[in-house]
Antibody, heavy 116, light 108 residues
Framework: EVHLVESGGTLVQPGGSLRLSCAASGFTFSSDDMHWVRQVPGKGLEWVSA???????YYSVSVKGRFSIFRDNVNNSLFLQMNSLGVGDTAMYYC??????????WGQGTLVTVSS | EVVLTQSPATLSLSPGETATLSCRASQSVDTALAWYQQKPGQAPRLLIF???NRATGIPTRFSGSGSGTDFTLTIDNVEPQDFAVYYC??????????FGQGTKLEIK
């Protein structure tokens, strides 16, 4: 069974940085593309970033240049390095496994709050 | 960017009725569209991919149809556990995935 557990979310000041982690199990992590998707509480879903199994990376316009996605295939972990955070980045952040181009299995999320 | 517009924003039905949810794309996405279900406090769950294919373990009362710019998610004989928010998502404009704003299916 696919299992994804996000961590690292917390309260951070505007302009600050944060690194999110996602521990994966139950599938061959190194073979799959992975995504980060976020959701402002009470609002809709926003795709943030993706990384291919070969390490190719992709970002939404809203985070490009500020966020970096990377992976550790030895330890089955996905990361999202977030810099220059603003109040608009406040959201629940989910990691998800890709299935044929769609975020398939999702973790339960980690909450990032950007506030002074 | 492909914009996905879902309608209605809220759909009020009684258990046993049929739910019809719509998703319209601002440009053709062929059949590269998925549907998700999200319940309060939970992560989204993939229901339908490539417009009409049910994901693993999804009951047959859920079906998807459409291509190009107009898509429909149909839930036959709505059950109490189906009341949730539903989102569509396109992967045609890779890597710029986008989601619709959601349709809330509520109990009438």
């Amino acid at each position: 069974e696919v299992h994804l557990v996000e961590s690292g979310g917390t309260l951070v000041q505007p302009g600050g940085s944060l690194r999110l982690s996602c521990a994966a199990s139950g599938f061959t992590f190194s073979s799959d593309d992975m995504h980060w998707v976020r959701q402002v509480p009470g609002k809709g879903l926003e795709w943030v970033s993706a990384i291919g199994n070969a390490g190719d990376t992709y970002y939404s316009v809203s985070v490009k240049g500020r966020f970096s996605i990377f992976r550790d295939n030895v330890n089955n972990s996905l990361f999202l390095q977030m810099n220059s955070l603003g109040v608009g980045d406040t959201a629940m952040y989910y990691c998800a496994r890709d299935y044929s181009g769609y975020p398939d299995s999702w973790g339960q999320g980690t909450l990032v709050t950007v506030s002074s | 960017e492909v914009v996905l517009t879902q309608s209605p924003a809220t759909l009020s039905l009684s258990p046993g009725e049929t739910a019809t949810l719509s998703c319209r794309a601002s440009q053709s996405v062929d059949t590269a569209l998925a549907w998700y279900q999200q319940k309060p406090g939970q992560a989204p769950r993939l229901l339908i991919f490539d417009a009409s294919n049910r994901a693993t373990g999804i009951p047959t009362r859920f079906s998807g149809s459409g291509s190009g710019t107009d898509f429909t998610l149909t839930i036959d004989n709505v059950e109490p556990q189906d009341f949730a928010v539903y989102y569509c998502q396109q992967r045609s404009d890779w890597p710029m995935y986008t989601f619709g704003q959601g349709t809330k299916l509520e109990i009438k």
